[in-house]
Each structure stands twice: as C-alpha cells, then as structure tokens.
C-alpha cells in the first residue's frame, strides 16, 4: 500500500465548500426520492430514472455518466453484487439488498454517496441481510467521525475496520471488508486523489487540514470479500455469492468540525451521537 503515501489532499476554501454542499444535498436529496419510491416490481432501471429526472430538473448532472463508458445515472448493485451494477431490466423482489450508489455535479462541483436499504416489505428480508447493512452503516460513521483538522488520513480506515470487527465479534461471525475499492478525494471532479482505504494500512498517511473534502465508503460483505467483475466489465460481485453491503458519504473538514455535505441534516445526529464535532458552514 505503499504508493497510497505519495498522495496529498487538496484543500477547498469556505466557499468551495458551499459549493459542494449544494451538490451533495441534491445527491441527499435524490436518495431521500429513491428511498420513497423503492418497492417490490421496479425494475432497477426505473429507480435510475427517477434519479436522472430529479438531478437535471434540479440544475445538477448525473456525474456517473461522465466517466467513459459508463451511461447511468445510478449503479444499483443487488444481493452478491458489491458496487457498480449496472441498471436495467431487473426486477426487485420485496426483500432484496440493494446498494444504491449515485453522484451529482452542479456548477462544476460533485457529490457522491451511496445506501443500502431492504426492497418491499421488510418482514421478507433475511435479517442477515439488515445486519450486513447495519455493520456497513455504522462503520462510515465511525470512520467519518476519525476524520480531524490535524489528523491523518488513514485514521480513517483504522476506524472502518475497527467498527466491523467489533460488530463481528459481537456477532460471532467475521464479515469481509472489501479492499480492492476504496473511497477518494472529491472536489471539481468525483473522483480525485487521495485514495481512502477502507481498512488500516501501513503508516497513517497525508495530513488532513481544513478544507479537506473525500467520500469515505466501506463495502463490506457476509462472507469472503474476494470478488470478480462481471463480463459486463462493470458489475463487482462476491466469488462467494455471498450479499454485501456498501454505505458512502462525501465529508469536508471546516474551521468548525466534520460537514457531512451528502447528508440531509450535514451529518449533525450521527456525528454529536459520536462526540465528534458537527461543523457546518451554514
């Protein structure tokens, strides 16, 4: 991991940050319409129009389809799938794990995030499956609650893998952290350096300061994390065939604390939940 090192952050001012948070409430706001509207008989093609829809009547771009090759607005990723599903003619049963992942740009500045909900009624779920997505949940917070003025990076990911593992053992099980996708700056473009790792690695990596902005997004699984893509050449799943859960938020550090720019309320529940400072910058 050792080329994670030669990686800085670039800093945002006070009102680049504004900026971004305009972007990432629209993406908020897409999941809060998706989440209303998901049910048993969508096809998951359905879902991705809903979001086109509601970005560009708002004034944003769906950002995933600005990067090559890639035509969607969402990646709507189903049971076994990890991240990067693509949507299409597949019909949702109530009780199926869905991780829905989505980003928007609006006047040049992105936001990015990602959920995982139960389809339906959510007495047909296995419970497994609300646990996976639970643990997953948990573990972003956890790992944005690490983030700090003055801190380091892979704080970061130390804290994602310390939150699974403990939920694990306290399940008796061990769940599989995902490590071959990580999280990433985010700013003028959606993806950007510095990569986030999911887990701890070596060293603790670049500092962090003010202006600081990166989508953190563990993706954890039921059973082993290793994975193959699809001949799609796009769709991440478990070799196992076991389900997997991915949570995303994109994050900015202020003169104040932690905004968690893709979150309706900035983060301000989960976070003084934490004891970790909430720092909105209005």
């Given at each position: 991991?050792?080329?994670?090192a030669?990686?800085?952050?670039?800093?945002?001012?006070?009102?680049?940050?504004?900026?971004?948070?305009?972007?990432?409430?629209l993406?908020?706001?897409?999941?809060?319409?998706?989440?209303?509207?998901?049910?048993?008989?969508?096809?998951?093609?359905?879902?991705?129009?809903l979001?086109?829809?509601?970005?560009?009547?708002?004034?944003?771009?769906?950002?995933?389809?600005?990067?090559?090759?890639?035509?969607?607005?969402?990646?709507?990723?189903?049971?076994?799938?990890?991240?990067?599903?693509?949507?299409?003619?597949?019909?949702?049963?109530?009780?199926?794990?869905?991780?829905?992942?989505?980003?928007?740009?609006?006047?040049?500045?992105?936001?990015?995030?990602?959920?995982?909900?139960?389809?339906?009624?959510?007495?047909?779920?296995?419970p497994?499956?609300?646990?996976?997505?639970?643990?997953?949940?948990?573990?972003?917070?956890?790992?944005?609650?690490?983030?700090?003025?003055?801190?380091?990076?892979?704080?970061?990911?130390?804290?994602?893998?310390?939150?699974?593992?403990?939920?694990?053992?306290?399940?008796?099980?061990?769940?599989?952290?995902?490590?071959?996708?990580?999280?990433?700056?985010?700013?003028?473009?959606?993806?950007?350096?510095?990569?986030?790792?999911?887990?701890?690695?070596?060293?603790?990596?670049?500092?962090?300061?003010?202006?600081?902005?990166?989508?953190?997004?563990?993706m954890?699984?039921?059973?082993?994390?290793?994975?193959?893509?699809?001949d799609?050449?796009?769709?991440v799943?478990?070799?196992?065939?076991?389900?997997?859960?991915?949570?995303?938020?994109?994050?900015?550090?202020?003169?104040?604390?932690?905004?968690?720019?893709?979150?309706?309320?900035?983060?301000?529940?989960?976070?003084?939940?934490?004891?970790?400072?909430?720092?909105?910058?209005?």
């Amino acid at each position: 991991m050792g080329w994670f090192a030669r990686e800085r952050v670039e800093v945002k001012t006070a009102e680049q940050m504004e900026a971004m948070r305009v972007a990432g409430l629209l993406v908020g706001r897409t999941h809060d319409l998706l989440r209303s509207e998901l049910r048993a008989g969508m096809t998951t093609l359905d879902l991705d129009t809903l979001a086109e829809d509601f970005i560009r009547s708002h004034g944003g771009i769906p950002n995933f389809q600005l990067v090559p090759g890639y035509s969607h607005t969402l990646c709507t990723s189903v049971g076994d799938e990890i991240v990067h599903g693509i949507p299409g003619d597949r019909v949702l049963r109530d009780g199926d794990l869905i991780s829905i992942d989505c980003g928007a740009e609006v006047d040049g500045w992105n936001g990015d995030a990602a959920v995982t909900l139960i389809v339906g009624d959510p007495d047909a779920a296995d419970p497994n499956d609300v646990r996976l997505s639970e643990v997953t949940e948990r573990s972003l917070w956890a790992g944005i609650a690490a983030l700090r003025s003055g801190g380091r990076l892979y704080d970061v990911g130390a804290a994602v893998e310390d939150s699974i593992v403990a939920d694990g053992v306290a399940d008796g099980r061990r769940y599989g952290i995902v490590e071959d996708y990580v999280g990433h700056g985010i700013g003028t473009e959606m993806h950007m350096a510095p990569q986030v790792p999911n887990y701890r690695v070596q060293g603790r990596g670049p500092s962090t300061p003010v202006g600081t902005t990166i989508a953190i997004e563990p993706m954890v699984t039921w059973g082993s994390q290793d994975n193959h893509v699809l001949d799609d050449e796009w769709t991440v799943v478990t070799d196992d065939g076991s389900r997997a859960a991915h949570w995303e938020h994109s994050v900015a550090i202020t003169e104040r604390g932690l905004w968690v720019l893709t979150a309706i309320d900035g983060g301000e529940a989960e976070l003084t939940a934490r004891g970790a400072p909430f720092g909105p910058l209005s």
